[in-house]
């Protein structure tokens, strides 16, 4: 017999069966309609003006039309409360043993308190669970009623979308999911047996009545048989004998009682054969039974072992492929990031190595562009040298016009200032003036190509600072692209180590045993996060 209790944990003050609630005109009214499938109650209506307690009926709180008392022993006595506020009406379960129940959902764990939990007009209400009571075997039901909830100005509250339970696969817990399969597989199991003992036990009703009209039979069979020898024998001594009167009747009266005496033996004789008889078959079919449901037991159990054999290899199999598999993401891992730091070594001396060459580029066009700017001065030093040689060789002939008349047309025409040297030392004989004017055009053209070379050589340098950019972000785009695979790899291995924690809870609750794997799994976390950390 389970033995109901309940707590209480709301300080409200409840009426008796016997106390009067004065009822307010406004006050929100609920309805409880017995349903079939329920232990027989009258319809009752409750008005919510302050929270109503549903529970067991005890001495001080009977059962009656305008409480939730209810005559019913697998309810507790504080079983559930139902109140309403700001328009919605609140069921809570208070601790009770058995639970509370809308539309087949049950509001808390066993003895826990559960938060409120709204309904709805048409919701179907349970309170507690059919217990069978082993010692008598009576099984005694449970409250099931359909709610009715009215607002107080009367009209009837918002009916729930559905009474029905909708769940969603996604929101169960894997662990109660695994509970309820292992309820499901025992409920088979139960109701298995309950079904081999109907069995037997009609085998053994139709047996027993069997013997029993043989048994009847054969007692009503050998009480003739006394009878007709009973008679054959007082026939017997009639004739053989041959009494007075008194005699006789004293013969038949001892006769009579060693008649009755033979019959109460034999009868007492056939009843206990007939009990022992009884007794043997009844033992006989207990063994048979008790032997049948050992097998089917001893089947059942064979069946599960091997079946939780054949789960616990596949666990360990694809425990090991996956552990197979985070060696090899391990090991992927440790190259990538090998090769990432080669990689990013490789780089980062390029990219110094380019730096330095562009600094020294940039140097070099510095000093071309000093150079540069160097050879201009130079160049307008000698054009005033040059203009003003000219003037002194018009200083040193002022009166020789014919002889040395230059043509200032095509003086002015020419277009180098080798050509206009030129002109002016055909006109000009002394030696040391010729010489150094031929000095002057040599150095121009000197001066005229190296700046050409320089101008070059700063063009070569300006395509080669673009080629060290271009190779400096190829560099980084290569850095970028090993960062995103790293972190690929990254996410995959996560992904895995996700798989074998969903694996783990699996073996674990098929098993039973999860301290050795919990611990590996854990040293294999702090590894990937090593290697995350790292990279």
Same mark, same amino acid.
């Given at each position: 017999?389970?033995?109901?209790?309940?707590?209480?944990?709301?300080?409200?003050?409840?009426?008796?069966?016997?106390?009067?609630?004065?009822?307010?005109?406004?006050?929100?009214?609920?309805?409880?309609?017995? +349903?079939?499938?329920?232990?027989?109650?009258?319809?009752?209506?409750?008005?919510?003006?302050?929270?109503?307690?549903?529970? +067991?009926?005890?001495?001080?709180?009977?059962?009656?039309?305008?409480?939730?008392?209810?005559?019913?022993?697998?309810?507790?006595?504080?079983?559930?409360?139902?109140?309403?506020?700001?328009?919605?009406?609140?069921?809570?379960?208070?601790?009770?043993?058995?639970?509370?129940?809308?539309?087949?959902?049950?509001?808390?764990?066993?003895?826990?308190?559960?938060?409120?939990?709204?309904?709805?007009?048409?919701?179907?209400?349970?309170?507690?669970?059919?217990?069978?009571?082993?010692?008598?075997?009576?099984?005694?039901?449970?409250?099931?009623?359909?709610?009715?909830?009215?607002?107080?100005?009367?009209?009837?509250?918002?009916?729930?979308?559905?009474?029905?339970?909708?769940?969603?696969?996604?929101?169960?817990?894997?662990?109660?999911?695994?509970?309820?399969?292992?309820?499901?597989?025992?409920?088979?199991?139960?109701?298995?047996?309950?079904?081999?003992?109907?069995?037997?036990?009609?085998?053994?009703?139709?047996?027993?009545?069997?013997?029993?009209?043989?048994?009847?039979?054969?007692?009503?069979?050998?009480?003739?048989?006394?009878?007709?020898?009973?008679?054959?024998?007082?026939?017997?001594?009639?004739?053989?004998?041959?009494?007075?009167?008194?005699?006789?009747?004293?013969?038949? +009266?001892?006769?009579?009682?060693?008649?009755?005496?033979?019959?109460?033996?034999?009868?007492?004789?056939?009843?206990?054969?007939?009990?022992?008889?009884?007794?043997?078959?009844?033992?006989?079919?207990?063994?048979?039974?008790?032997?049948?449901?050992?097998?089917?037991?001893?089947?059942?159990?064979?069946?599960?072992?091997e079946r939780s054999q054949q789960d616990l290899k596949d666990l360990a199999l694809k425990y090991s492929l996956q552990l197979q598999k985070v060696?090899?993401?391990?090991?992927?891992?440790?190259?990538?990031?090998?090769?990432?730091?080669?990689?990013?070594?490789?780089?980062?001396?390029?990219?110094?190595?380019?730096?330095?060459?562009?600094?020294?580029?940039?140097?070099?066009?510095?000093?071309?562009?000093?150079?540069?700017?160097?050879?201009?001065?130079?160049?307008?030093?000698?054009?005033?040298?040059? $203009?003003?040689?000219?003037?002194?060789?018009? $200083?040193?002939?002022?009166?020789?016009?014919?002889?040395?008349?230059?043509?200032?047309?095509?003086?002015?025409?020419?277009?180098?200032t080798a050509t206009q040297v030129d002109i002016i030392l055909e006109r000009i004989e002394p030696d040391n003036m010729k010489e150094a004017l031929?000095?002057?055009?040599?150095?121009?053209?000197?001066?005229?190509?190296?700046?050409?070379?320089?101008?070059?050589?700063?063009?070569?340098?300006?395509?080669?600072?673009?080629?060290?950019?271009?190779?400096?972000?190829?560099?980084?785009?290569?850095?970028?692209?090993?960062?995103? +695979?790293?972190?690929?790899?990254?996410?995959?291995?996560?992904?895995?180590?996700?798989?074998?924690?969903?694996?783990?809870?699996?073996?674990?609750?098929?098993?039973?045993?999860?301290?050795?794997?919990?611990?590996?799994?854990?040293?294999?976390?702090?590894?990937?996060?090593?290697?995350?950390?790292?990279?």
């Amino acid at each position: 017999m389970v033995v109901v209790s309940g707590g209480w944990v709301k300080s409200v003050v409840y009426p008796n069966s016997g106390d009067v609630i004065a009822t307010s005109k406004m006050a929100a009214k609920a309805v409880l309609i017995c +349903r079939p499938n329920s232990h027989p109650f009258q319809e009752r209506s409750l008005t919510l003006d302050q929270p109503v307690k549903i529970g +067991r009926s005890v001495a001080r709180a009977r059962a009656t039309p305008n409480n939730a008392i209810f005559d019913c022993k697998v309810l507790s006595r504080n079983h559930a409360l139902l109140w309403y506020e700001n328009g919605k009406f609140y069921l809570q379960d208070t601790k009770s043993s058995n639970g509370t129940f809308v539309n087949n959902q049950r509001l808390s764990k066993g003895a826990e308190e559960s938060p409120p939990r709204e309904v709805c007009s048409g919701d179907i209400v349970q309170f507690g669970v059919d217990v069978m009571e082993n010692s008598r075997k009576v099984t005694h039901g449970c409250i099931v009623a359909t709610l009715k909830l009215y607002l107080p100005d009367g009209k009837e509250a918002k009916a729930s979308p559905s009474t029905s339970v909708i769940s969603s696969v996604g929101m169960v817990p894997l662990e109660d999911l695994y509970q309820l399969n292992q309820y499901l597989q025992e409920a088979l199991q139960r109701e298995q047996l309950l079904e081999n003992k109907l069995a037997t036990l009609q085998r053994l009703v139709e047996t027993t009545r069997q013997a029993s009209d043989l048994g009847w039979k054969a007692l009503i069979d050998e009480d003739r048989l006394l009878s007709r020898v009973e008679i054959l024998e007082n026939q017997l001594q009639m004739y053989s004998k041959n009494f007075a009167e008194d005699k006789l009747r004293e013969e038949l +009266r001892k006769l009579q009682e060693d008649k009755c005496q033979y019959q109460g033996t034999a009868k007492e004789s056939l009843r206990k054969m007939l009990q022992e008889k009884l007794e043997a078959v009844q033992k006989m079919q207990d063994l048979e039974r008790t032997l049948s449901n050992t097998e089917d037991e001893c089947a059942h159990l064979k069946e599960l072992c091997e079946r939780s054999q054949q789960d616990l290899k596949d666990l360990a199999l694809k425990y090991s492929l996956q552990l197979q598999k985070v060696e090899d993401l391990t090991s992927k891992l440790q190259e990538t990031e090998d090769q990432h730091r080669e990689v990013c070594e490789r780089l980062e001396q390029e990219k110094q190595e380019l730096q330095a060459r562009l600094q020294e580029q940039l140097e070099a066009e510095r000093a071309l562009q000093l150079r540069l700017e160097a050879l201009q001065a130079d160049g307008d030093m000698t054009q005033k040298q040059l $203009a003003a040689l000219q003037s002194h060789l018009h $200083a040193l002939q002022p009166n020789n016009d014919i002889d040395t008349k230059i043509d200032l047309d095509s003086f002015k025409s020419t277009d180098s200032t080798a050509t206009q040297v030129d002109i002016i030392l055909e006109r000009i004989e002394p030696d040391n003036m010729k010489e150094a004017l031929q000095n002057t055009q040599d150095e121009i053209e000197n001066l005229r190509s190296l700046l050409k070379r320089s101008e070059e050589e700063l063009k070569e340098s300006h395509a080669r600072v673009d080629e060290l950019h271009t190779q400096l972000e190829e560099s980084r785009i290569q850095e970028d692209s090993n960062s995103e +695979r790293i972190r690929e790899l990254q996410e995959r291995l996560e992904g895995l180590e996700l798989d074998l924690e969903l694996d783990r809870v699996e073996s674990c609750r098929e098993s039973g045993d999860c301290d050795k794997i919990h611990v590996y799994l854990l040293q294999q976390k702090m590894i990937i996060l090593d290697f995350t950390a790292c990279s």
